[in-house]
């Protein structure tokens, strides 16, 4: 694998080539990916009455899509029905484990009002079932879907250079229509080879790498392992060296309805360093005292990897130009900072208030960027920007203290904990006592407890 990782896919049927329809100026809309960005902005356009053409370049929305499993759908709720949606399992409960080579040190949360819909709106699915079944959501609301299809270049108006369209690998495949939304996902090459947005720098770069895994013994075998009931699944996070080994990162364990997903990330620069390949990383955590037991006798069906945009929100491009919008991951709209995991959530929203924001322009006839420029206002008032100004400095301090966080303090922290539940002839008070210790000496005694307390105050703050 190299180290910048395309999206791959599972292994597919082949189906015959689409045909080569002439769409040139016949829509209002163009929009670049059919993920969740990108079809969260062809329904909205569609429902405003306009004429939208999606372009996806798998041979179906998802299928060259990955990420770590679980949907956030809030604003998705309010865009479409989703009871008809392909959700495998909701969560049911969240558990986050520290990770030395041997040890694991966990927190387990299971709130009884998560079993109620509609389950604190996270549910675990499969992004080939799910982007599918989205955009064909955004097809019943009149856009037309070309799959098979990939956006090479932008067309500009020699005139005015305004975006007035897009160049794509088919025959005679330029494409023009007033507006371009570009939800092109992490590997944003048409974004950045428009000069619209700069290459992410390496250390705002994770890289991800997933497996779906099935048991040859299904029934029974998942609800079991984790304590599941009815449509209830888990969502376990993993962290400290015993997961991403010298890395900035964490592994994942998230269920589904006959399969799990197991995975990783890590900061990019790690992966370019004397860290193991991803799989050889991935192969390692699996094979970790605390997760082999989870994935005993599983195989694999599927494997995938991408790049994951960490940069936060001073990494946030330009999102709007004349006749063009940039939605989803490719304007790094990504929570990654090991308590909140969330992207689906912001590439639906900011597909929506890209959405919004056209069909307004395209009442008032205009195209150019300030009559867009609402979606980048409406966008910095949301829970979008807002979450990544409040996580900006999250990343920045824990690569500072990553000796701390990923390798002493699991370690410490698994020998306090045994220390403390010890079972020998001393009293009781001896081992909490030679516990207090051991994490006092792990943060550097009272005053470095105190002090590592005030640098991640805003976590809770």
Request: glycine share 10%; net charge negative.
């Amino acid at each position: 694998m190299s180290d910048e990782p395309d999206e791959t896919e599972a292994e597919e049927t082949p189906r015959e080539p689409v045909a080569d329809p002439n769409y040139d100026g016949a829509f209002d809309a163009v929009v670049v990916g059919a993920g969740l960005a990108g079809s969260a902005a062809a329904v909205t356009m569609a429902n405003e009455g306009l004429d939208v053409l999606m372009i996806e370049r798998g041979r179906y929305p998802g299928a060259k899509n990955v990420f770590g499993g679980v949907l956030y759908t809030p604003t998705l709720r309010e865009l479409v029905d989703v009871s008809s949606a392909p959700v495998e399992r909701y969560v049911a409960e969240k558990r986050f484990s520290m990770l030395s080579e041997t040890d694991e040190t966990a927190v387990s949360l299971r709130p009884g009002e998560w079993h109620d819909p509609p389950h604190n709106d996270s549910y675990t699915v499969l992004r080939g079932e799910f982007d599918r079944w989205f955009a064909e959501q955004a097809v019943d609301a009149g856009a037309v879907l070309l799959t098979e299809t990939t956006v090479t270049d932008l067309i500009r108006d020699e005139r005015t250079d305004r975006i007035v369209g897009v160049k794509t690998d088919r025959p005679n495949g330029d494409i023009t229509a007033d507006y371009v939304v570009l939800a092109e996902g992490g590997n944003s090459l048409v974004s950045e080879g428009a000069d619209l947005k700069k290459p992410e720098r390496p250390e705002n770069v994770a890289v991800g790498v997933k497996e779906v895994l099935e048991f040859p013994q299904r029934d029974g075998v998942i609800e079991d392992r984790f304590r599941l009931s009815d449509d209830g699944g888990v969502s376990y996070h993993y962290f400290g060296d015993g997961a991403v080994g010298d890395a900035v990162g964490g592994g994942f364990i998230y269920t589904n309805e006959d399969t799990i997903s197991v995975g990783l990330a890590y900061s990019i620069a790690d992966a370019r360093g004397r860290q193991p390949k991803p799989e050889q990383t991935l192969n390692a955590f699996k094979s970790h005292p605390a997760v082999a037991p989870l994935v005993r006798n599983a195989r694999t069906v599927e494997y995938g990897a991408k790049t994951i945009p960490e940069g936060g929100h001073e990494s946030i491009p330009q999102l709007v130009h004349d006749g063009a919008a940039i939605v989803g991951d490719a304007a790094g709209l990504v929570l990654n900072n090991g308590v909140h995991l969330e992207g689906t959530n912001m590439a639906v929203e900011s597909g929506y208030l890209a959405g919004e924001a056209i069909a307004e322009a395209a009442r008032r006839d205009r195209t150019d960027e300030n009559a867009l420029q609402s979606y980048p206002d409406r966008l910095e008032e949301s829970f979008v920007v807002k979450n990544l100004e409040r996580y900006d400095w999250l990343m920045e301090r824990v690569e500072e203290d990553r000796d701390l966080i990923f390798e002493e303090l699991p370690h410490g922290l698994a020998d306090a904990g045994a220390e403390y539940f010890r079972m020998d002839r001393e009293p009781k008070e001896n081992h909490a006592e030679e516990a207090r210790d051991r994490i006092l000496e792990t943060v550097g005694g009272w005053r470095g407890a105190a002090k590592l307390a005030y640098r991640y105050r805003k976590v809770i703050r």
